[in-house]
Structure formats: structure tokens, C-alpha cells
């Protein structure tokens, strides 16, 4: 890397040279009037002299007639100065680092902007820690043979308390540039006409690091033609006109197993990769935090990865680990902070108290007690300063390390009970809005609203309610402990009920586990064995239908059976009979099967359920079939589909589903083929279901077959192809490893 000169002025120079024009005063004449020698003030002007104690400035600033405001940014130029050291500023040059890693796309997409002809600036944006200086100092190595006039860099200051104003980084640019100090103009306006046509003159590479905002760095910037600027900075810059910006984001994981493992050496990392992969999570792929965990190692022979790890693993104490020397995450993540508003600042802490990995603003105004619509802009601002990502349109997630950060902040600076109030009415807001939303979705007999406020507006439509229940799912999920460590039981059942027949719509949530256990949980805690007997039901289906965990699942369905005889309520005990002939048809215990399935038919009867009912014939049918009954199966299973069994609505057309698809399966084990082909055709996924990507898998699979006994090897082998695609997608891996060995045997 280049530069133009081998003395820089400085910001107190350039400043009192510029004062002392404007004052239209010589040297001598200033000498006079301040008392201060013409050649302590040549020492000044010309950056020998970087910060004169404050009698001096005093003096300075009399004889130069300044105001109040003037006087003052003079004196904090002189003890800035001071604070930096009293040698001559040198140009200001970014240093590399030999373990650059990664940010491959990231360069190769400056070089193509560098060397191009059409952008001249462009703003490299991100987080604070994500390596932009670094990134910065290694696209001047690569690029520097490309710029024949050099390569100029100035330190902005934008995250200090007092950011380089643009006037006197005009001044140590045109310097840089081989200007000499005595024909920088002293208006500002023709100071950057100046270094316009400086730029527009050669062919240079100007780095701006650290630019505080648009103010700051406008008048930094190129004309359309010569030399290019590269701008670091931890905001967008979104008001600059005619820049390119690229947003710096964490490392992969690769890349920051690699930066780990060049920092360390391969002699202590061999044998390590589960202990760096575990450091690399730890420190959310952030480069300053990789940074700090590598050079803490290297400092400390004796530690391996794993102590650190294990160190770090802490919450509470992760933050304070990591540091090393004048490196901390703690103090990069606090200058942004300390730039944020008081309402900012309060919106960011309470953003910790999310449970889930994302908000909208709906939820985030829950915390703060603002309308969506502010909230909205604020959550867009912190986006802005590099404090919080937003994931998708309108959703916003705050990185581990801001969240701890944010959560330190918290108990650093609001009460305890103020925070446990905030957080207790989320969890209320987050469980109110599931059930209404839940409700759109419910059968006749489903339970009222709840009573009392505050009340919150149901969704206008089942559409949007649920794209509520898919965006917020970790969130009212993990509304769940808080409400159930508070006592709210008869909250966390109403919501349990509500979502009843929607968690249908989506078959393999996490969330319905953790929903129905709190249900099960709560109704015993209040002594409502009724409704305990309910609840695990529905997590008995939870386990089987969504995690394939059947031998739980007929554990918990056998336990709500006890409970529902107890209590004698006929329809838990058919629902627990039909959820036994489930996992029992899973376990391959297909006669045990048929036999829970004709108690559970009986008792169905007896209620007058007659959905519960069709479920129980249908899977009943399955079991006579997997006995060797095909026959009776498929009458059965044609009498079903000739009847609609599907009353409950929105039922009916996935009932109709299930259906074909068994009278298919039963065809196929006849072993009549062509009409096994034709029954497979006829099996649609119904478009209101949203996750049955593994009842797809399994048609595919079966229409597979009949194919490959037809004689129709390519489109089986196509069909067996999406449907591993699909069971490796619903996590089935062991129908996707069967599959995988029947393409292998086709061939």
C-alpha cells in the first residue's frame, strides 16, 4: 500500500491553518496577538505539534476572536491530539492479517466494483466485530497494483464521541493526496471541489474507516470518473446517492472453524473439531469474537479447546470471556449502544426477553408499550446501527451475543420486577393471540373466548391467522414455561384447546409437544383429570404423527386412558384407543392393532363421534391389512370413502385423501398392479394441509412400486427419487434409507 506524503496534518492543524485564514492573519501577526512563537504555530499547522496544552489554545482562541462553540471543538481537537500521542501523525494505514479468512464472494464482488467503470464508491456495511476494517485492509493488498496513484486511508471515528468532522478529513485527504498544506482552500465548499478534482485526476483507492453517518462522509465522496472510495461503516448510509453497499455478515461455519484453526495451528487443533465447531457456535460466527477466543488459546498454552468451550458455554459468563487484551465484544457491542436513544435503548433490552429466535413489530410493541407503527421504525433503526438483523420481511432477530448483551443491560439498568412484569405480559399477549387466531380454525363445541382483558383483536381471516401461528410459533411456544411458572394453568389449557384442531394443519411442529405437555402439566396442577386425560392425548398424537416416537406415544395415550376411565368420559378412552392402534401399527404389532381399533370403534359409536369414528375404521383397515387381510381392508376402506366420512369441517377433503391412499395401499398388496397404479393417481394433497411432506413421500413410494411391477422403471425411479427428497425433509431417515437402497437396487 502507497501513499503521497510522509507528513499528515492533523485535525488541530488543519483546523487552526484554517481558522487563522479565515482571520485573515500571517503567522507573525497571530504570533503577536496569541503570544505563542511562529515556530511553535508552524509546528502546529504542519502536524508536529498534534495537541498544545489548553493555556495555549485559550490564548489561541482570543487572539482569533472565536465563540464560545468554536473555542470548545479547538480545545477538544487539542486533547485528542494529546491523548494520541505527541509524534507527528503518519498517514493512516490498515494493517492485514495473515490468517485473512473467508469473504471470498465479499472481495471478488469489490474487485469487479474497483476495477469497473461505473461505481466509484461503495459503502461496506455491518455489525460492529464482523471484520469490516479487516475486510477493508485486505481489499487494498489485493487491489493496490491496480490503483498506479496510490492508496490513501483516513480513520472517521464515526463510534468515538467525537467523529472526524468532513472538513478536516478534506484536509488530511488532499495532504494525502500531495496536496500541499498551503493551497488547501479554506471554505469548505471549495475544499471538496478540490479533492473532487484530485480524485477525478488519478487513478487512487481511498478508504474512508469508520464513518459516523451520511453527514459525515457525502463530502467524501467521488465524482463519476477516477479514482474509487471504499467506506466502512456500521450503518447502511442509506441517504448517499450513488453507492454500491454490500452487508457483512457472520462467517460461515467452515470459514470460522478455518480463521480458528490458522490462529491456533494445526498442533493444537488436530483432533479438536468437535471442540472448535462447538467455539465457532459459541461465538455466533462473529469474527471479533473468533478473533478473541484464538488469541486467548494462543496465549495459554495449557488450554485446549475444550476448556474454552466449556468456559464460554455459560451465559452468564460468556460476554466477560470473551476478551483478550484491549479486544472485548462487550466494549464493540456497548459504542453502538451508547449512540442509541433512551427509547432505543429500552426497546433493545426487552428484546432479549423474546423467546423465540425472531418478532415482528406486534410483539415488540407488547414490550414496550408503543404502537406497532413506531415500534416498526425503531426495530428498522436498530437494523440500521448493526444492533439487531432482520431475517425476513417485517421480522427482526437479535444475534446471541447482542442478545446477551441486551439481557446484561437489562438487569444493569431496569428492576428486576419491572422486567418479570414486561416479560408476564408478552407471555399473556403471545397465548391471547394464539387462541384467537386458534379459533378460526376450531370445530362446533370448541371453548368460548377467554374473559377479561386485555382483550386482543382476532385475525381477519384464516389466512392471516395462520401466517401469525407460522411466524410466532417459537414465541407462543415459549410463552408456555413462563405462564406455567406463574400459575396461568387455566390460560395455557384455553390456548392448548383453541390450537387443537389447527396443530393438524401441521403435523410435525416441535411446538405441539411442548404445547400439550404444559396442557397435560396444567390440568393436572389445577386437579382437572378430564382435561389431563385430553391433553395427553394429544401429546400421545404429537409423539407419534410429528416425531415417529410410537413406543412414547402408546405410553402416554395408555396413561390418558387410565385417567379417562377414572373419570368415565367414553370419548378420551376411544381417542386413546385409536392413538394405542397408531403406535402399535408402527411398532408392527398389527393384531394388537386390529384389536385396540374395534374397542376404540365401539366406544366411538357409543358418544356418537362419528369422525373419531371414520379415524378408528380407516385405521383399522390399515391393521387387517398388515394381517394379511387385504380384502377386508379395501372393503372397508371403499365403504369409508363412499360415505365422505368427514363431518367435522375442513376435515373432509384430507379424510378423502388418507383414503385413496389406503385403498391404494391395500390394491398394492394384492398385488394388482395396474389398479394399484391408477388408485395412487388419484391421491392429492389437500392444499389447506401444511407439512405432509412425508404422507406424499409414502403415495410416491407406493405408486413407485406398482410402477416397477408394471413395468414403468424410469418414472418408479423418479417417483422413489422425490419421495427420499421428501422423507429426508420430514426427518423419516429411515424411510429415506430404505429408499435409498430401493433406487440402488433399481439401478
Not at 376411544?574 to 408392527?588: F, M, N, R
Request: aromatic content about 4%; glycine content about 8%.
Amino acid at each position: 500500500m502507497t501513499s503521497h506524503t510522509s507528513s499528515l496534518a492533523t485535525p488541530f492543524g488543519g483546523t487552526l491553518r484554517s481558522l487563522r485564514r479565515a482571520a485573515r492573519l500571517t503567522l507573525e501577526e497571530l504570533s503577536e496577538a496569541s503570544g505563542v512563537s511562529v515556530r511553535a504555530l508552524g509546528d502546529m499547522e504542519r502536524g508536529r505539534s498534534r495537541g498544545p496544552q489548553r493555556r495555549t489554545v485559550d490564548a489561541l482562541a482570543a487572539a482569533l476572536g472565536l465563540d464560545g462553540e468554536q473555542r470548545e471543538r479547538l480545545q477538544r481537537l487539542a486533547d485528542a491530539g494529546r491523548e494520541r500521542g505527541g509524534a507527528p501523525t503518519p498517514p493512516y494505514l490498515l494493517r492485514t492479517v495473515p490468517d485473512f479468512t473467508g469473504r471470498e464472494p465479499e472481495l471478488a464482488e469489490l474487485e469487479s466494483l474497483a476495477t469497473g467503470t461505473r461505481t466509484r464508491a461503495v459503502v461496506l456495511f455491518g455489525p460492529g466485530g464482523q471484520g469490516k476494517t479487516t475486510l477493508a485492509a485486505e481489499t487494498l493488498r489485493r487491489l493496490s497494483g491496480s490503483f498506479p496513484d496510490g492508496c490513501v486511508c483516513v480513520q472517521l471515528h464515526g463510534m468515538s464521541d467525537s467523529p472526524l468532522p468532513a472538513d478536516e478529513a478534506l484536509v488530511l485527504l488532499l495532504t494525502a493526496l500531495g496536496l500541499p498544506t498551503e493551497r488547501i482552500p479554506v471554505d469548505s465548499a471549495a475544499r471538496e471541489a478540490a479533492y473532487r478534482a484530485a480524485l477525478a485526476t488519478r487513478r487512487a483507492l481511498v478508504v474512508l474507516d469508520d464513518a459516523a453517518d451520511e453527514t459525515q462522509t457525502r463530502p467524501l465522496l467521488p465524482d463519476a470518473e477516477g479514482s474509487f472510495v471504499l467506506v466502512t461503516s456500521r450503518r447502511p448510509l442509506a441517504g448517499l446517492e450513488g453507492v454500491r453497499r454490500i452487508r457483512l455478515g457472520g462467517l460461515s461455519g467452515g470459514e470460522s472453524a478455518t480463521l480458528l484453526e490458522r490462529i491456533l495451528g494445526a498442533p493444537r487443533t488436530d483432533g479438536q473439531s468437535e471442540a472448535i465447531t462447538r467455539l465457532t457456535e459459541l461465538c455466533g460466527h462473529l469474527p471479533l469474537a473468533l478473533r478473541i477466543v484464538g488469541n486467548r488459546l494462543s496465549s495459554r498454552p495449557s488450554w485446549t479447546p475444550t476448556r474454552l468451550a466449556g468456559h464460554l458455554a455459560d451465559e452468564e459468563r460468556r460476554l466477560s470471556g470473551l476478551v483478550a487484551g484491549d479486544l472485548a465484544v462487550r466494549g464493540a457491542l456497548a459504542l453502538s449502544y451508547g449512540q442509541l436513544t433512551e427509547p432505543h435503548r429500552l426497546l433493545l433490552r426487552r428484546l432479549s426477553l423474546v423467546p423465540g429466535h425472531d418478532t415482528g413489530p406486534d410483539l415488540a410493541a407488547v414490550l414496550t408499550g408503543e404502537d406497532p407503527l413506531t415500534t416498526g421504525d425503531s426495530l428498522d433503526l436498530l437494523v440500521d446501527r448493526g444492533l439487531l438483523e432482520e431475517t425476513a420481511p417485517g421480522r427482526y432477530a437479535l444475534h446471541d451475543l447482542v442478545r446477551l448483551f441486551a439481557r446484561e443491560r437489562l438487569a444493569g439498568e431496569e428492576p428486576e420486577s419491572v422486567a418479570r412484569e414486561i416479560q408476564l405480559r408478552m407471555a399473556d399477549w403471545l397465548l391471547r393471540s394464539a387462541s384467537a387466531a386458534g379459533r378460526l380454525f376450531e370445530a362446533p363445541g370448541a371453548p368460548e373466548p377467554w374473559a377479561g382483558e386485555p382483550a386482543v383483536s382476532a385475525p381477519e381471516s384464516a389466512a392471516d391467522a395462520e401466517e401469525w401461528l407460522v411466524a410466532e410459533r417459537s414465541n407462543w411456544a415459549g410463552a408456555l414455561p413462563l405462564m406455567y411458572a406463574a400459575g396461568r394453568h387455566a390460560e395455557i389449557l384455553h390456548t392448548s384447546r383453541t390450537l387443537y384442531w389447527f396443530s393438524d394443519r401441521w403435523t410435525q411442529w416441535p411446538e405441539w409437544r411442548t404445547l400439550f405437555s404444559y396442557g397435560a402439566r396444567s390440568a393436572a396442577a389445577v386437579g382437572d383429570r378430564a382435561a389431563e386425560a385430553h391433553q395427553l392425548n394429544c401429546l400421545a398424537w404429537a409423539h407419534g404423527v410429528g416425531a415417529y416416537q410410537y413406543e412414547q406415544a402408546e405410553h402416554l395415550a395408555r396413561r390418558a386412558l387410565e385417567l379417562a376411565t377414572e373419570t368415565g368420559d367414553e370419548g378420551q378412552q376411544a381417542w386413546a384407543w385409536s392413538y394405542i392402534t397408531g403406535a402399535l401399527l408402527s411398532l408392527d404389532r398389527p393384531a394388537e392393532a386390529a384389536e385396540a381399533a374395534a374397542k376404540a370403534i365401539r366406544l366411538f359409536e357409543a358418544v356418537g363421534d362419528t369422525a373419531g369414528k371414520a379415524v378408528s375404521q380407516r385405521v383399522l383397515g390399515k391393521a387387517l391389512r398388515e394381517s394379511g387381510r387385504a380384502e377386508e381392508a379395501l372393503a372397508l376402506h371403499r365403504a369409508l370413502l363412499d360415505t365422505s366420512a368427514g363431518d367435522v369441517p375442513g376435515l373432509t377433503e384430507f379424510v378423502q385423501a388418507l383414503l385413496r391412499h389406503e385403498i391404494a395401499n391395500d390394491l398394492l398388496a394384492l398385488e394388482r398392479w395396474p389398479e394399484a397404479v391408477a388408485a395412487y393417481r388419484t391421491v392429492t394433497t389437500p392444499l389447506a394441509r401444511g407439512d405432509l411432506d412425508r404422507f406424499q413421500a409414502q403415495a410416491l413410494t407406493g405408486l413407485a412400486t406398482a410402477l416397477h411391477h408394471c413395468g414403468e422403471l424410469p418414472e418408479a425411479r423418479e417417483h422413489l427419487t422425490r419421495a427420499h427428497e421428501l422423507f429426508t425433509a420430514a426427518g423419516d431417515t429411515a424411510s429415506a434409507a430404505k429408499t435409498a437402497t430401493t433406487i440402488e437396487r433399481l439401478g
